[in-house]
């Protein structure tokens, strides 16, 4: 009877103890894949945050500004409340700036970026590398501030071409940045196949290392000009906004963002529905640029 | 004749030949060495100038105020009296009440992003939180005010005074009327427009991870979350500051965004979300309104002159820790 119990005990306590060990690890494993889980389910929110909001603005913007979307929008500059306006003096205006802004952004960018990757050496490249990054992260309302005291102060007037100068500040740091990182990634054999050639320092850079890194390059021009279609700050102070249709880039000028700014307080219906409007262009051209560059640009300049 | 000519030839067709190649050199390489020089330097001179011409603008300010311009938080057209403290408090307040937010859904979309998704899926996802980076502010300021404004009118705050409103300090933070407009909304906004941004970095350092230390950590038979909260968050912790660092620098500069929401009021106090004020929004709001060579043209240009030095000491914290985690990522 007892040797039948010791026995039975002896047998049964291996068979208790599997369980009973494999009982203590399936808490903890359970413990473990419910933090895994918990993880994974909070991580998966956090993304779709992001998305709801891009989803909301998106459709916000399609909801309130298509209702306005007509020919007249491009055919006729904005006027006063209720004699149907249009956003055409904007549109042009924006286009205007943003040119002026990328043909003295762009290749001052350039040649920037040059200096930082082939001649810079030493605490001027080390400062002008910070001072960029340090411009790409400057309040951009800043800049307008800054050309207001330098151009439109000095010469007593609002101008498009101040706009423009504001925006150039914006896009300058993109570029510098850009061109020197893909300068970087020419192959050093490039370089030295160039000068085993005879080719000078300059034409190496500019015939085969720039025309290697042409694609990168381009890619940061146009998220330059992404970048500037959509600024408002900058322009409050320097193009200003103009209510009539004016391409003189000595006067005031309007552009879409400031229109935007302007016409979304205010009481009328139809300029709040013009604000709406100019909005759903601005988003929708900047989007495609950005489009644009990270599908059609990315595989093959990288 | 022979022997003469012949050393007489050679020296004059080789200084011929580097004469040419000098003037080649002057027209090519030194110009162009000048050319690139003067880009950097002017790159370099015109943050200098952006930085003179803000100190030299606040110059009245500073004179007239003295220090206590920086501590004073009257802002009063009126008397003409200025202080920059209430902005400063609006900026740093939104700013915080933006990243506090932004933060935890940046880490969790960047862990998602890098370690959970499928690689299509998350280059698809991926390049859409991208674009809401590249959503213009001023979309960012009308969606705003025309979407998230009523939703913190109508249901946030109201719900909020109703739960909290008695307790002793939390009741504090959500008094005030229900305008919806705020410190809350405007760090609201700040979250949406920031975080985009910090994944983006945070998506770089999480994928920069050696793949040797992922592994040996899932060999071991750590979860996907442990290899992330034991191995590479360690390993990246220092980026990851600098990665919110730098997202405090961008949420600080911001405009137009904050400026639909913030509901322009230069007031210092405990509710999150009665109207406020940050340095940005006051510029853009005011100056319109600032005569020429007045005294609150230069309180403004002092208030960009402090704006300017909060995100010059963001950008420097962020440049200190993003350098020093890819030194030892090189390493």
Do not use: R
């Given at each position: 009877m007892s040797a039948d119990q010791a026995l039975k005990q002896a047998s049964a306590t291996p068979v208790a103890a599997e369980p009973d060990r494999w009982r203590v690890g399936s808490a903890l494993v359970a413990r473990r894949r419910f933090m895994d889980r918990l993880a994974t389910v909070l991580s998966l929110c956090a993304t779709s945050v992001a998305l709801v909001a891009l989803v909301s603005i998106l459709l916000t913007l399609l909801v309130r500004g298509a209702a306005g979307l007509s020919l007249v929008t491009f055919t006729h500059s904005t006027a006063s409340p209720?004699?149907?306006?249009?956003l055409a003096n904007a549109i042009v205006g924006s286009l205007i700036q943003t040119v002026i802004a990328i043909a003295i952004g762009a290749p001052l960018g350039m040649l920037c970026g040059i200096f930082l990757a082939n001649y810079g050496r030493g605490w001027v490249a080390s400062t002008t590398r910070f001072v960029s990054d340090m411009l790409l992260s400057a309040p951009s309302i800043l800049i307008g501030l800054f050309i207001y005291q330098i151009v439109v102060a000095p010469t007593g007037r609002f101008s498009g071409l101040a706009g423009g100068l504001a925006l150039a500040i914006l896009a300058l740091p993109i570029v510098v940045r850009t061109t020197e990182d893909m300068l970087a990634l020419v192959p050093t054999a490039m370089v030295e196949a160039g000068i085993a050639l005879g080719a000078r320092k300059w034409r190496v850079i500019v015939f085969i290392c720039l025309r290697a890194a042409r694609t990168g390059v381009i890619t940061g021009i146009l998220l330059a000009v992404a970048r500037v279609t959509g600024e408002t700050a900058p322009l409050?102070?320097?193009?200003?906004?103009?209510?009539e249709w004016s391409v003189n880039p000595a006067h005031p000028m309007a552009s879409l963002p400031v229109t935007i700014y302007q016409y979304?307080?205010?009481?009328?219906e139809d300029w709040v529905q013009l604000a709406w409007t100019g909005a759903l262009l601005v988003t929708l051209g900047v989007l495609a640029i950005n489009i644009i560059v990270r599908v059609g640009f990315d595989r093959k300049g990288a | 004749m022979d022997v003469t000519s012949g050393p007489a030839g050679s020296p004059t067709t080789h200084n011929a030949r580097s004469d040419a190649g000098a003037r080649r050199g002057l027209d090519g390489d030194a110009v162009f060495r000048v050319l690139v020089t003067g880009a950097g330097v002017t790159v370099l001179a015109l943050l200098g100038a952006i930085i003179l011409v803000m100190l030299f603008g606040g110059v009245q300010a500073f004179s007239t105020f003295g220090p206590a311009f920086l501590v004073s938080n009257v802002w009063n057209p009126v008397s003409n009296h200025y202080g920059a403290l209430a902005p400063v408090f609006g900026t740093l307040v939104t700013s915080v009440i933006g990243l506090l937010i932004a933060v935890p859904l940046a880490f969790g979309a960047a862990f998602w992003l890098t370690q959970l998704a499928p690689a299509r899926v998350s280059a698809v996802i991926g390049m859409a939180v991208q674009l809401l980076a590249a959503v213009p502010s001023i979309i960012f300021g009308m969606w705003g005010f025309f979407v998230v404004r009523p939703l913190m009118a109508h249901y946030v705050q109201p719900n909020l005074r109703h739960t909290?409103?008695?307790?002793?300090?939390?009741?504090a933070l959500v008094?005030?009327?229900?305008?919806?407009?705020?410190l809350m909304t405007g760090g609201i906004i700040l979250a949406v427009m920031v975080m985009p941004f910090v994944t983006a970095v945070m998506r770089d350092v999480f994928s920069s991870i050696p793949p040797v230390l992922k592994e040996s950590a899932f060999g071991l038979g750590a979860t996907r979350w442990e290899v992330m909260r034991q191995v590479i968050l360690p390993w990246s912790r220092r980026a990851v500051v600098g990665a919110v660092v730098l997202g405090m620098g961008r949420a600080m500069g911001e405009t137009m965004a904050v400026t639909f929401v913030i509901g322009n009021a230069n007031r210092i106090g405990w509710s999150l979300f009665a109207p406020g004020n940050t340095i940005a929004s006051l510029i853009a709001l005011e100056f319109p309104e600032s005569a020429a060579g007045s005294l609150k043209l230069s309180s403004l240009m002092a208030l960009g002159a402090i704006l300017m030095a909060l995100s010059f000491l963001a950008l420097c914290a962020s440049r200190l820790m993003l350098g020093v985690s890819s030194r030892q990522a090189r390493r």
């Open positions: 209720g004699l149907n306006g249009g409050l102070f320097t193009s200003l906004g103009n209510q979304a307080g205010s009481a009328y | 909290i409103g008695h307790v002793p300090v939390l009741g008094q005030g009327a229900p305008f919806g407009t705020g």
